[in-house]
């Protein structure tokens, strides 16, 4: 370069970089020439700013004089035109600038967002052509996905530099292949057969497997994987001694003989007071720990009741297909000892049609859940006549799931199932609920049944050992970032290494152990770095630990359930599909990646540890996120804080409209009886109804008027109304060398993990996608050994269609003072390309092309417009607005998880697209990531909540 030229770095907001070459007395406008004449941000908007440390550059000032430090670059703040209407305080255009006296307050704040854009914009990976950063704008892998925690990119690779170096244990594949992302298809092993990518132990791992109890293994963390400071916090719960009461006295004697065949002798105190007042005819709700024996208190009532009356009928309702399974278990053990034979049976969709029949005409204790409920039991409930007039208990187990739009599709469903009982078949069953982890049970439970009266019995009187519950904070370590220019930043080490290696400290040591990760692709890295750690220090434990998550095939699912119970299996990376009470045996560790998303979930998986009174330990590794950080540095917030109130709203007048066509379906709807269980809006809602032509009012008889007929397009409404937005289409996995399916994929997540050329993971091996056929959504894959991961790019367009003020008009006087908005909106991804990634060194290895049709559903979104004040009060102060607005966004997206039952990852917000020519509205914007929107947007908590919170 000749000496009077300089070379300069300038970046937008969106990673695009560049390098201009200019003469040293050239000036910034030249610059600004320059840039508009080859640098496509600039081109795209023409109005620019460029700042350098936070100032913005005058036109004139030279080239030359500008002093840029090591690995220091020039940003370009695209900024639009002022308007008709010139704000006094609006940020200047174009004006040839005199830099204006900052004020100290404004100078600290103008260095601190400089700080966040440079940390920012440094995060994102250098690539071998500016052409690639940018589409790094489009990717997931950024912090506009809202979810930093999905993937190993960004939770960083296992063999980053910094957990190498930490434990002198991770050194390069030592099998001297090269970077190019090769396929061994040869070899059919998977990766850890090999040496591979991951970590290779030195003589600090620990390789011993000596048995430890959960107190020993708190020390052994403490002098060894956790001696870097990495134990922030260790919450000791006392141990509780059990309470207990003599059987009751007129329990009959076929019933102590049940339970003594199941190794019963006496009650706990909370088992005595919920049996006798179910049996009094008293709706109860047992609110108590997890494993406190809850089943017992409806299972001893509902037996003792059918094996004295041959004609009584009872019903449970669990939320999902497992807990069925596992209670049928239970009882079938119980009534084993009872003379007359009572059917227990399964009426659930894994139901064979052959065998409904016989179920529908011989059961009397029907186990079954909300979605069959709604579009079978109830649609057809003259089938089931006999169960529903002798119908003596209704039991809801897991009642803290029916929360959310679930609960309030679930409360609609229970009051067309009360509805029908007393209305047509006379009847009046007797409520029993169960919860562990509810804030306010027996409201809640009211609201869910819409009942007058409930006991409420939440005086535990089951035993439980002690828990240790640790909060582990990785470390943090000086990493340079942004290639050999880059400067040094201070990152933690990546929590997903972290629990991989307390993961194995716990099979290695004898401990059972579920390690708790929010996504599936999180459990399938857990599991592949944990077995790549086992192979060095013990290499028989490899097989004894797997993946389980809901994506796998039942019959998949079954096995690790039983395996885990056998105890063949010492560990599983799970996802909160093992969070509900599926008895998986004894459990002694749970590991948490990140927090769940309520302290109530976060109680739940703990409380699968130390079941049956032994002690027990749970440890909870933070992410570099905002909420993880919170709870590793306010410990006493994250443990003082109480669970969660479970909220339903029987009133969402869109959901309970569904549920009155549903229930007119069932059975012609009176005003004058059942006002009574749809309440006061049934007559205006009954009208709309009408009016959009599906009901009608008959009014040929004396009472007709008040009678409403279901007379919609659909043959039975609730086959078209989906209580959890379930998604039905899906793609399937298949094993090429035996074809076998190895996992169904929603169709809104499929293409983010399989496409031609995508490496894709199950139980920790990989597989190469070789064909994807969109037709029939199958995805044909076979198991390679390669060192590289992929990872698409992609971008997500939140279009907004019209709609209501976000407040209720409960909430009247708040109405004028916000403008947020609850609406439908229109989510659409593009998938652009993927890159090939090397598993040891997180760097780029290619970029392939991707051919896949762009995937749009439909969802809601709770959004509000920044006030112009706001603006201008940014412009004031010389700071960046968008990205202002942006951090916002995700800052509003990490902490809602604190205030109400959702995950960071059920929501996205929305991150403007430099390639999108019309005009993006200035606004903060949340959208449910669930197609068709499980309804978290207008949640009256959620709306609420954004409101308070912004
Ligand atoms: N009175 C009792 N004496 C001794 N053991 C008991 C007693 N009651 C229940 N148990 C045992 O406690 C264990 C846990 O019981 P159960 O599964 O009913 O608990 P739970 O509260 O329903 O659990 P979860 O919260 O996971 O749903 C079972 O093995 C059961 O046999």
Redesign the pocket.
Known sequence: MAQEERELQVRALDGRSTAVTLAAAASVRDLKAALRGSFPPAQISNSFHLLLKGAKLRLEAEIGNLVTGNGEFIVLVPFSRKSAQPSPVAMPAEEPSVNPPISQEVATGANSAWQDIMDDLSSIPNSPNADDASKDLYSSSIPCSGSYAEDGSTGKSPSTGCSRKRRKLCKENGNGSSDTPGVDGASKQPSMNKKSSFVRSAASSCHDKHPLGPAEMVEHLKKGLGKEGQIVHIEEIPCRRASYSELPRDLSEVMRKALES???S???SH?SEAIQSSISGKHVAVA?????????CYNIPVLESLSQDLMACALYIFPTKALAQDQLRTIVEMKKAFHTDINVSIYDGDTPREDRLWIRDNARLLITNPDMLHVSLLPCHSQFQRILSNLRYIVI??AHSYKGVFGCHTALILRRLKRICSNIYGCHPTFTF?T?TSANPREHVMELAKLDNVKLIQNDG?PCGSKYFLLWNPPLHMKKEGGSQGSLVTRRSSPIVEVSYLFSEMVQHGLRCIAFCKTRKLCELVLSYTREILEETGKELVDSICVYRAGYIAEDRRKIEADLFEGKLLGVAATNALEL?I?VGHIDATLHLGFPGSVASLWQQA?RSG??AKQSLAIYVAFEGPLDQYSMKSPDKLFGKPIEHCQVDSHNPKVLGQHIACAAYEHPICLQYDENHFGSTLDSIMTTLKDKGFLVNNRSGPFSSTMWNYIGPEKNPSQIISIRAIEHDKYKVIDKLNNRLLEEIEESKAFFQVYEGAIYMHQGVNYLVEEFDLSSRTAFCRKVDVKYYTKTRDYTDINVLGGDFAYLPACKTNHLKTTAQANSCKVSTKWFDFHRICKSSSKILDTVELRLPPYSYDSEAVWIRIPRSVKIAVAERKLEFRGGSHAASHALLNILPLHMMCSASDLGTECVNPHETRGMPERILLYDKHPGGIGLATLKSFLGNFCLLL
Request: aromatic share 4%; charged share 25%.
């Open positions: 199941i190794g019963i006496r009650l706990y088992q108590t720990s997890t494993s406190s024996g809850k089943s017992l187990d897991e169960c562990a089951s009470g008895d409380g079941r049956r």
